[in-house]
Structure formats: structure tokens, C-alpha cells
């Protein structure tokens, strides 16, 4: 008996974005296609402009393609008329390039983290996957008693981190995550993202400028503009 294939991860395939309406509508996103399998890592490499962050939005189900789909474990997750189900977001987290944005400003970075995985897995007791993240990203437990402003630019990139994979998805895509740390910072950073989500066998698109950080990773997609 031959069983099927197991399909990527993460499928994209043919996606397109297209900004504005009527005839201001522009294609700002080529038809991209990609798969990527438990454990790969891929940087999201291209000249400014050319739709790396509209890739990532439109693979966070934050942003609508124009055209294609993309799949999470082989299941449709979004397509021109179709957005992720509330009960399926768990599946694809983010880590954004300013970690401040994952956080609510005056409550502790553990609070905002706990209320995210509740929201996200419907689990009360969040306190086990939170510290295995937080190990995972080797993030001191003790910062999460801290808000945004009270911790380095690099602890909270990891508290973001722990953010995004204590809920357990299978796809994480990070956008720029190290470009406003300094280089020892970004590299630890990167290095901490990148083992992660080996160890946990996540899916991880990895938007970045920087060569080193590209090198790391299993593969390399380069983005090119649209042709007007
Ligand atoms: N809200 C918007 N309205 C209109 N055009 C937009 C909007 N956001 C992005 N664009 C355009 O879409 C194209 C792709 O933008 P995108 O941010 O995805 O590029 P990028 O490759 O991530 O660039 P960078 O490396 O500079 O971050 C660009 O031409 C940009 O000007």
C-alpha cells in the first residue's frame, strides 16, 4: 500500500497582491509559489519593494491575495475570497520587525503573552507552554514580570519569540525580526529563532535584509517587483 505524499508545512502557491482599486489598481506582489517543510527555514530575500512584507501579511491571513492560495498542512488557509478561521490562527504566529508591537504597553510582557495563548489555544493553564517557550528562546522567566519599556530591545525580540511559539503553531513568519538590534543582538536573536523552530519542527519564513541571517537558513527565495 503507497501512501500519499505529506504536503509541506506551508504551501504558496501562485499568490499575487495587487494595492489600490479600478485603474489605480498595481500588481505589488508576483505570483510567488513555495513549500516549506517541518523544520525549513526560508529567507524572504529582494530589493525594497518588491513584496516581501506583503508575502508575509498575506501568509499571516492579515492581508487578502489578489490571487492563489495559501495551505497549512496541506488545508486551505487563505485565498482571494477566503480568510483563516478564528479557531485555526493558532496555526501561523508572527514575530514582527519592532517586538513592541506584540505587546500591550502597560501590562507585564508575561500578561500580554498568557492572554495571547488563551486567546489563541482556549487553554486556562498557559503557565507550562509559556516557560518551555520561554526556555526555548532562553528568555529569563523572570523578565515576563516586566513591561515592554523595562527590558532591552533583544529580550523583547525573545519575549516576542516566546509570544508567537508558545501557542504551538506550525508556521511562524518573522518579518524583519533582528533589523533593529544591534549585530551581536540580531545574531543571537536570529540564531535563538532559527533553532527553535528546527527543535519544534515549525515552518519558518524569514523576511530579512541581512546576508548572514539568509545563510543560515535552509533555503533562499528572492522576490523580484512586478513588472509594471
Ligand atoms: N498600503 C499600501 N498602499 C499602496 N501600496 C503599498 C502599500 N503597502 C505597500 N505598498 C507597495 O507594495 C509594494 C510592496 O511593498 P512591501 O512592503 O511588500 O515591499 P518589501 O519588499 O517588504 O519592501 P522593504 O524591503 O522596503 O520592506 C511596494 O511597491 C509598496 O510601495
Redesign the pocket.
Known amino acids: 500500500m503507497t501512501g500519499q505524499p505529506t504536503p509541506p508545512t506551508l504551501t504558496i502557491e501562485r499568490v499575487t497582491a495587487v494595492?489600490?482599486h479600478g485603474a489605480q489598481a498595481r500588481m505589488?506582489l508576483a505570483p510567488t509559489s513555495l513549500g516549506v517543510y517541518p523544520g525549513e527555514s526560508v529567507a524572504v530575500v529582494?530589493r525594497?519593494?518588491?513584496?516581501?512584507?506583503?508575502l508575509a501579511d498575506i501568509t499571516l491571513g492579515l492581508r487578502t491575495p489578489a490571487g492563489g492560495r495559501v495551505l497549512v498542512g496541506g488545508d486551505e488557509w487563505c485565498t482571494p475570497t477566503g480568510r483563516p478561521a478564528r479557531s485555526e490562527r493558532r496555526l501561523v504566529q508572527g514575530v514582527p520587525q519592532d517586538p513592541l508591537a506584540a505587546f500591550v504597553p502597560r501590562w507585564t510582557l508575561g500578561r500580554s503573552i498568557e492572554q495571547a495563548v488563551r486567546r489563541l489555544t482556549g487553554d486556562r493553564d498557559t503557565e507550562s507552554r509559556v516557560h518551555r517557550a520561554a526556555q526555548l528562546a532562553r528568555l529569563d522567566v523572570e523578565l515576563l514580570g516586566r513591561r515592554p519599556s523595562e527590558v532591552s530591545g533583544g529580550q523583547a525580540q525573545r519575549a516576542a519569540i516566546v509570544r508567537a511559539v508558545a501557542p504551538g503553531p506550525a508556521v511562524l513568519v518573522a518579518d524583519e525580526p533582528t533589523s533593529a538590534l544591534d549585530a551581536d543582538t540580531a545574531s543571537a536573536v536570529s540564531a535563538a529563532l532559527l533553532s527553535i523552530t528546527r527543535e519544534l519542527g515549525i515552518a519558518l519564513l524569514l523576511?530579512t535584509?541581512d546576508p548572514a541571517v539568509a545563510e543560515r537558513c535552509t533555503r533562499t527565495l528572492t522576490?523580484t517587483?512586478p513588472v509594471p
Open positions: 494595492h489600490g505589488v529582494g525594497s519593494g518588491a513584496g516581501k512584507s506583503t523576511v535584509h522576490i517587483a
